[in-house]
């Protein structure tokens, strides 16, 4: 796992210095406009915290396998979140999903 510092793994924050939380394992900040963009979908569509992880991640292009070996879940618990937060969110293909993170941020 490249993207994470000093081999922490749990939640798949990057850590900086004293705990700071720099970016996730998306290698988005929450505070950018497509972090926001995440949690503002996570927010409307009610999503669980472990679907929103599942969302941001997904959606900045991780794959499943990723995800799970992340997470420490089996590849299918990850696609059934995916399949969850698709029926949440009402979209079909992870490019609607990305469409709708992008024009839920830009608001």
Known sequence: MGSLTGGHRGGGEALHGEGCRLEDASGESASSPYGRGVARVSERFRLSPRETEVLRLFAAGRSAAFIAELQFVTTNTVRSHIKHIYGK????????????IERVADQ
């Open 89 to 100: 969110c009402d979209v079909h293909s992870r490019q609607e999903l990305i469409t709708l």
